[in-house]
C-alpha cells in the first residue's frame, strides 16, 4: 500500500472510496485514461471563474491554489458501454466534488444529493447543448452516451451550480462494481439499521456480513427504505466505507497480488478524464494531507409528481462556496 495516507481517517462517501482505493493501491500504472479537450458541446465546461463576490464588505476571489475532481457513482450494474445515442438509463447517484487543498494541506468534499433540482444543458443528436432543463442534477448524466459526453454535461451542470467554479478532473464509476470489490475484500461486516431490515428482511438488523448483491442493495436503496430520502442514503454509503476500509487495509497487508486484481476487475467500470501520470502525481502530492470535511449542502425535501425533490439552501450553499472555493481578496 502506498505512502503515509492514513486511511482509518477516512470516511467517505462510496464511489470516491473506490476511486482512491484502487489508483493507489494499482500504482497508476495501467490506469486507462480518455482525451479531454476541454470542451462540452459549444461551451467551455471548465471555466476558470473571474468575478470577485462581496461579502459583509469583504472581497473575494476563485483560489488558485486547489485542485478539483469530481467523482460520480451511475446507477449502472454493468460494465461501461455507449449507448449510441445522446440519452442513456445511467443515472448520478453520487456526485461528490473532492477539493485538494494545497494551502491548508487537507482534502475536503462537497457531497451534492443527487435529488438537489438544478439547471442542465440538454444535448442535441450531435451532441451540442441545445438548450437547458431544470431537474435533479443526477439527471444530467443520463444526456450523453453514458461515456465522456456524459460525465462532461455533469461536470457542467455541478460547476454551474458552484458560481463557474474550475472543474480540474473527473471520474465516474458504474455502481455494479460495487459487488465485485465488496466482495474482493471478503465481504463488508456493517451494523444494518432497523428501517432498512424492515424493507429487506434477508439482512436482518444489527451486525452483518454484505455478500455479493447484498453490498449494493445496501449503498442504493432508497425508495422503499424508512423515510426514502437520499440523505438517509449517504449516511449508509458512509458507514460502510468505513467498515469497507477497514476490510480493503486486512486484505491488502496479507495478499501483495490484491491491488492490482482489485484494479483489473473495477477498471470497466470507470471512465476518467485524468491520465495515469496525473492521478499519480496527485496522489503522491496529497498523501500527507489531512482529511479535512464532508461537506453536504443544505436545503429542504419535497415529493413532486413522483419523485422528491431537494432544494438547495442558498445561502447555505453561498458559505460553503465562499469557504471552500473561494479566498479574501488581497
Same mark, same amino acid.
Given at each position: 500500500?502506498?505512502?503515509?495516507? $492514513?486511511? +482509518?481517517?477516512?470516511?467517505?462517501?462510496?464511489?470516491?472510496?473506490?476511486?482512491? #482505493?484502487?489508483?493507489?493501491?494499482?500504482?497508476?500504472? #495501467?490506469?486507462?485514461?480518455?482525451?479531454?479537450?476541454?470542451?462540452?458541446?459549444? =461551451?467551455e465546461i471548465t471555466q476558470q471563474p473571474t468575478k470577485t463576490i462581496e461579502r459583509d464588505k469583504t472581497e473575494y476571489f476563485p483560489r488558485q491554489d486547489i485542485t478539483t475532481l469530481l467523482v460520480m457513482g451511475i446507477d449502472e450494474d454493468g460494465p461501461?458501454?455507449?449507448?449510441?445515442?445522446?440519452?442513456?438509463?445511467?443515472?448520478?447517484?453520487?456526485?461528490?466534488?473532492?477539493?485538494?487543498?494545497?494551502?491548508?494541506?487537507?482534502? $475536503? #468534499?462537497?457531497?451534492?444529493?443527487?435529488?438537489?433540482?438544478?439547471?442542465?444543458?440538454?444535448?442535441?443528436?450531435?451532441?451540442?447543448?441545445?438548450?437547458?432543463?431544470?431537474?435533479?442534477?443526477?439527471?444530467?448524466?443520463?444526456?450523453?452516451?453514458?461515456?465522456?459526453?456524459?460525465?462532461?454535461?455533469?461536470?457542467?451542470?455541478?460547476?454551474?451550480?458552484?458560481?463557474?467554479?474550475?472543474?480540474?478532473?473527473?471520474?465516474?464509476?458504474?455502481?455494479?462494481?460495487?459487488?465485485?470489490?465488496?466482495?474482493?475484500?471478503?465481504?463488508?461486516?456493517?451494523?444494518? %439499521? @432497523?428501517?432498512?431490515?424492515?424493507?429487506?428482511? +434477508?439482512? %436482518?438488523?444489527?451486525?452483518?456480513?454484505?455478500?455479493?448483491?447484498?453490498?449494493?442493495?445496501?449503498?442504493?436503496?432508497?425508495?422503499?427504505?424508512?423515510?426514502?430520502?437520499?440523505?438517509?442514503?449517504?449516511?449508509?454509503?458512509?458507514m460502510y466505507m468505513d467498515a469497507f476500509i477497514e476490510a480493503a487495509m486486512a486484505k491488502a497487508e496479507g495478499d501483495t497480488s490484491f491491488a492490482l486484481e482489485l484494479f483489473e476487475k473495477a477498471s470497466a467500470y470507470i471512465v476518467t478524464n485524468c491520465?495515469?501520470?496525473?492521478?499519480?502525481?496527485?496522489?503522491?502530492?496529497? @498523501?500527507?494531507?489531512?482529511?479535512?470535511?464532508? #461537506?453536504?449542502?443544505?436545503?429542504? $425535501?419535497?415529493?413532486?409528481?413522483?419523485?422528491?425533490?431537494? !432544494?438547495?439552501?442558498?445561502?447555505?450553499?453561498?458559505?460553503? =462556496?465562499?469557504? !471552500?472555493?473561494?479566498? %479574501? +481578496? +488581497?
Amino acid at each position: 500500500m502506498n505512502g503515509g495516507f $492514513n486511511w +482509518k481517517k477516512v470516511i467517505l462517501p462510496c464511489a470516491v472510496f473506490i476511486l482512491l #482505493i484502487v489508483v493507489i493501491f494499482s500504482g497508476l500504472h #495501467i490506469l486507462e485514461s480518455t482525451v479531454f479537450n476541454n470542451r462540452f458541446g459549444d =461551451i467551455e465546461i471548465t471555466q476558470q471563474p473571474t468575478k470577485t463576490i462581496e461579502r459583509d464588505k469583504t472581497e473575494y476571489f476563485p483560489r488558485q491554489d486547489i485542485t478539483t475532481l469530481l467523482v460520480m457513482g451511475i446507477d449502472e450494474d454493468g460494465p461501461v458501454v455507449s449507448s449510441e445515442e445522446r440519452t442513456n438509463d445511467g443515472m448520478a447517484d453520487l456526485i461528490a466534488l473532492v477539493i485538494f487543498d494545497e494551502a491548508n494541506r487537507e482534502i $475536503n #468534499i462537497i457531497n451534492i444529493n443527487r435529488d438537489s433540482m438544478v439547471n442542465m444543458p440538454v444535448l442535441d443528436e450531435e451532441g451540442k447543448r441545445s438548450g437547458e432543463t431544470f431537474a435533479q442534477i443526477g439527471l444530467s448524466h443520463g444526456y450523453g452516451t453514458g461515456l465522456e459526453d456524459s460525465c462532461e454535461n455533469t461536470v457542467w451542470t455541478v460547476s454551474d451550480l458552484l458560481y463557474g467554479v474550475q472543474i480540474d478532473y473527473y471520474l465516474s464509476i458504474n455502481m455494479g462494481a460495487v459487488p465485485i470489490v465488496n466482495d474482493a475484500v471478503g465481504g463488508v461486516t456493517v451494523n444494518i %439499521p @432497523e428501517e432498512f431490515a424492515a424493507a429487506y428482511p +434477508k439482512m %436482518p438488523a444489527g451486525e452483518y456480513t454484505l455478500k455479493g448483491s447484498e453490498a449494493l442493495t445496501f449503498v442504493r436503496a432508497r425508495r422503499e427504505v424508512g423515510d426514502s430520502l437520499n440523505v438517509s442514503r449517504m449516511e449508509r454509503q458512509k458507514m460502510y466505507m468505513d467498515a469497507f476500509i477497514e476490510a480493503a487495509m486486512a486484505k491488502a497487508e496479507g495478499d501483495t497480488s490484491f491491488a492490482l486484481e482489485l484494479f483489473e476487475k473495477a477498471s470497466a467500470y470507470i471512465v476518467t478524464n485524468c491520465p495515469a501520470e496525473t492521478l499519480s502525481e496527485m496522489l503522491s502530492s496529497y @498523501e500527507s494531507y489531512e482529511t479535512g470535511e464532508i #461537506i453536504s449542502p443544505k436545503g429542504e $425535501n419535497k415529493l413532486g409528481e413522483k419523485y422528491y425533490e431537494f !432544494y438547495i439552501d442558498e445561502d447555505d450553499l453561498d458559505d460553503i =462556496i465562499i469557504k !471552500y472555493l473561494y479566498a %479574501p +481578496k +488581497k
